[in-house]
């Protein structure tokens, strides 16, 4: 049981390009969420999603979109890369609302 | 509206010491509580849920809804616990506190 799959493990990318993060869960989970962590600043949630076809904002999205088109892939795309998204990026999912939520090895993604 | 503090941003303790890690939260409804450790470059891992009421690698954790806190403890601590802990809140969405690093020292 794979569990919760993210790729890549790191990614360098330059100012104002763009990319996806991938991240699969095969835990039939209808929760995920996508988090993003700096040194000292814990884990801030960018987006999240109850269910296929449904995602909201968490207290970071600018700069990032989503969608979920199924119920096991959230992908997470950077449209124009900014030095401030230099982070660890964890997706995470969970059955439902109140239940343990389960995480991804981490993106670690340097924009330069 | 969902919100997890944690107040210490580093803990240092002794082997042996006694060591708390301090959460309080705000939520308007009935919280799951979850306390989460990510050792060095590793990803985030359950440690303790409050609703099982256990204790995980001597560790404990209280639900205080009248001071809305989640505290944990260990009466002993180890030098394999050092590590970053998160106190997390799943309501509509699942909240992290910003974490406290605890340090043991030899």
């Known amino acids: 049981n794979a569990g919760v799959t993210q790729t890549p493990k790191f990614r360098i990318l330059k100012i104002g390009q763009s990319m996806t993060l991938q991240c699969a869960q095969d835990?039939?989970?209808?929760?995920m969420y996508w988090y993003r962590q700096d040194p000292g600043m814990g884990l801030k949630l960018i987006y999240y999603?109850?269910?296929?076809?449904?995602?909201d904002k968490g207290e970071v999205p600018n700069g990032y979109n989503v969608s979920r088109s199924t119920t096991e892939d959230f992908p997470l795309r950077l449209e124009l890369a900014a030095p401030s998204q230099t982070s660890v990026y964890f997706c995470?999912?969970?059955?439902?609302?109140?239940?343990?939520?389960?995480f991804g090895q981490g993106t670690r993604l340097t924009v330069v | 509206a969902q919100r997890v503090t944690q107040p210490e941003k580093l803990l240092s303790v002794f082997k042996g010491a006694p060591v708390e890690l301090k959460c309080n939260y705000s939520?308007?409804?009935?919280?799951?509580l979850f306390w989460y450790v990510q050792y060095s470059r590793q990803r985030l891992q359950l440690l303790l849920r409050?609703?099982s009421r256990e204790s995980i690698k001597g560790f404990t954790a209280d639900l205080n809804k009248g001071e809305t806190s989640f505290h944990l403890k260990k009466p002993f601590a180890q030098e394999e616990d050092s590590a970053m802990y998160y106190c997390?809140?799943?309501?509509?969405?699942?909240?992290f506190g910003p974490g406290t690093r605890l340090s043991v020292l030899p």
């Open positions: 995470a999912s969970s059955r439902q609302a109140g239940a343990e939520a389960f």
């Open positions: 835990m039939n989970h209808n929760y």
């Open positions: 999603s109850v269910g296929a076809g449904i995602t």
């Open positions: 939520y308007s409804g009935s919280p799951e």
């Open positions: 409050h609703i």
């Open positions: 997390a809140l799943s309501g509509q969405n699942f909240v």
